[in-house]
């Protein structure tokens, strides 16, 4: 116990928790419960190296745990275990417009745009008994375009091209709003348009792994940088796009400068090492 207080945040209140079965006559406990990175770590310990660990496998029976589920709606849906971090999304919406956050993959970057995703288009139910429940203006719903980079492999810019394509195509079917151009920075660009048009809102930009194109290809420096500039001529689309854009957040696993791949996006507001959001 002494251990994990001394490892936690300096700048929170050290606490630990413990879990005990809610059932009459029950003997079960764990130890120590641990919250980190938006999931639920239960700790057993024990003074020798044998023992049957009952306790903690009624633990993880009987409390589902959300180990790389990316979905806010499967988690809540299906009953498992959330560690609420609603209220520093609120923190987020409220604090500025456009953001950056890098982390090392399965820290829930993916599931924090999710949660983002599932705000701003409103979905109540889901955020029933959540810090945001009671703080939100659920009235307003506004259109979310999400490209996620990180379910793919690409070979070369003609690869992410298409998969660029396929993304947008996805949306405009979703928003019944046909594509007008034939090039990924036009078409972008217009849908964000369009959509603010037809809606009434402000569009919400999400990029979930947005440098994994160019990590895919980083044994190969001429094709990185190719990767690169694709990149770039998208990501240079949120800054014309300014006075359409409610919200944007991107993500990924290392962090390039600005002036390398977000030239003119100078208000991006990098959060990966602020205390607040760690």
Known sequence: GQELVAYSKSYEKPELYF???EKTGAQAEVDYVMQLNGQIFPIEVKSGTTGRLKSMRIFMEEKKLPIGIQSLAKII????????????????V????YFFLSRPRRFGKSLLLDTVKELFEANQPLFTGLATYEQWDWSQRHPVLLLNFGNAS????????????????NHERQFDLPARYPDIRSRFGDLILRLHQSTGQKVVIL???YDKPILDRIDDSAMARAMREELKDLYSVIKGMDAHIRFAMLTGVSKFSKVSLFSGL??????TLSPRYS
């Open 154 to 169: 690409l070979r070369d810019p003609p690869d992410l091209t298409r998969l660029l394509h396929q993304q947008l195509e």
């Open 266 to 271: 100078n208000n991006l507001k990098d959060i």
């Open 94 to 97: 409220h604090e500025g417009s």
């Open 77 to 92: 849906q299906g009953g498992y275990y959330y560690a609420d971090k609603t209220a520093l999304v609120l923190q987020l």
């Open 207 to 209: 990029v979930d792994e």
């Open 19 to 21: 879990w005990e079965r």
